[in-house]
């Protein structure tokens, strides 16, 4: 017995629209949807503003909705097969 199992392993395509969506609501928790290869900007960008004690956070705000913006359609439709 399957119980739909078959579609398991597939994973789902990500979306652009979904990624700046999360940019403008969460800030730099949108790298996380992107973690694989984001995870250095992520980690980078909460250091800086518990250091500046919030401060760099207006800016990570701005990089982070700005870099999902740029980035191509098809970053995000072959997020996956990049494994």
């Known amino acids: 017995m399957n119980c739909g ?4 392993t597939k994973q789902k395509k990500k979306s652009k629209t979904t990624a700046v969506v999360l940019a403008v609501l ?3 928790l949108a790298w996380v ?7 250095w900007k992520f980690w ?3 250091l800086l ?4 004690c919030g401060i760099w956070g207006i800016f990570a705000y701005v990089w982070v ?3 999902m913006a740029i980035r191509e359609k098809e970053y995000f439709e072959d ?5």
């Open 65 to 67: 909705i700005i870099d």
């Open 79 to 83: 997020y996956y097969s990049e494994d």
């Open 5 to 8: 199992g078959e579609n398991m």
């Open 49 to 52: 503003t518990i250091v500046t």
């Open 33 to 39: 949807y992107t973690y694989k290869d984001d995870a």
């Open 44 to 46: 980078l960008n909460f």
């Open 26 to 28: 969460f800030g730099v």
